[in-house]
């Protein structure tokens, strides 16, 4: 991307595709992360949180 600030925003898959392929196919494609509906509190938590400890 031309600005860096939009490089930087994350982007997550979210999904009723629950499969280790589909996770794979999210990363390959640039997301950095992946959870499958219905969607759990704590893991979506989790996911945020270890993204912005970066």
Do not use: Y
């Not at 989790?46 to 400890?53: G, H, P």
């Amino acid at each position: 991307m031309q600005n860096p600030a939009h490089a930087s925003i994350p982007i997550f898959a979210v999904t009723a595709n629950a499969f280790a392929k589909d996770k794979e196919r999210a990363e390959q494609a640039g997301m950095n992360g992946h959870i499958a509906k219905p969607i759990d509190k704590d893991q979506l938590l989790a996911i945020l949180s270890d993204l912005f400890r970066k």
